[in-house]
């Protein structure tokens, strides 16, 4: 039997009660047989991004290198802050720019809120530049912004706890080398 697909997801937030965490926390518990979700929550430990230090790693990004290693593919979900990517994903991505193991993997991007376009089309642009393997039939759009809901509630949801299952299915599906929707998107 195959260990299962590790998917490492990285939240863009550093806020206590984000709704992109909890969302990639009601993922982790939702993770489909044959798939773990893990949430990466030392997003916030990663030094600002300085080349120089690229030579001799710090160890919180040492951290980060090792987890996106291991994993089979990556789970961003992140807030949008003025029409744009949250300084925190930004940055873990540049720590990424040059690590080889982080070319071609497979990531998909969830957002939690439809007016949060910019962010979402800057974020997949950066990851597009980055060679990541852009998975978007398993990237989702829910309207989870002003809803209200926890994770509890998000697990509860008959509408959000599909929808979250579905995403997972997609990429396990791209991870065992199934083909996407014909459609191309959720």
Known sequence: MRPPHRVLALCGSLRARSINAALLRAASRLAPQGMTVAVFDHLGRLPLFNPDLEA???????HLHA?????????????EY???????IKNALDWLVSFEDFVHKP?????????AHHADDALRETLKTMSADLVEHA?????LLGAHLDEA???????VAPAIRDGLLQLQRHLDGEPGPAFGGL
């Open 153 to 159: 509630g998000m697990l509860a949801s008959s509408t």
């Open 82 to 88: 003025a029409h744009g990517v949250t300084g925190t």
């Open 56 to 62: 001799d790693t710090p160890e919180p990004v040492q």
């Open 139 to 143: 990237s989702i759009t829910l309207p």
């Open 107 to 115: 990531v998909a991007v969830w957002n939690a809120s439809p007016r």
């Open 67 to 79: 987890q996106v290693s291991q994993a089979a593919a990556l789970l961003i979900a992140s807030p």
